[in-house]
């Protein structure tokens, strides 16, 4: 069986930090995503789901969460692995 993605389309800006568990905790409402790795806030996109990755220079970030703040739909909130 062989995987394929799809381009989701335009450029979306993000900015990603690594993550740590005061931030996982505060985000996640103490409830930890632990194997998150990284942190990737952007605007709200009703196409992102933990079913999709992220390419960013040349790295790989596996969606293992996704939030909206105070469910108000302007900003994403994804919880990643970085692949290798």
Same mark, same amino acid.
């Given at each position: 069986?062989?995987?394929? +993605?799809?381009?989701?389309?335009?450029? +979306?800006?993000?900015? $990603?930090?690594?993550?740590?568990?005061?931030?996982?905790?505060? !985000?996640?409402? &103490?409830?930890?995503?632990?194997?998150?790795?990284?942190?990737?806030?952007?605007?709200?996109?009703?196409?992102?789901?933990? %079913?999709?990755?992220?390419?960013?220079?040349?790295?790989?970030?596996? $969606?293992?969460?996704? &939030?909206?703040?105070?469910?108000? %739909?302007?900003?994403?909130? !994804?919880? &990643?692995?970085?692949?290798?």
């Amino acid at each position: 069986m062989t995987e394929t +993605w799809t381009d989701l389309g335009s450029p +979306w800006n993000v900015s $990603i930090a690594p993550a740590n568990v005061r931030d996982l905790e505060r !985000l996640t409402g &103490a409830t930890i995503v632990a194997t998150a790795t990284h942190v990737i806030r952007g605007r709200y996109r009703s196409d992102v789901t933990v %079913k999709d990755r992220m390419l960013f220079d040349g790295r790989t970030f596996e $969606i293992m969460g996704v &939030a909206t703040p105070l469910e108000r %739909k302007v900003e994403l909130v !994804l919880f &990643a692995v970085e692949t290798i």
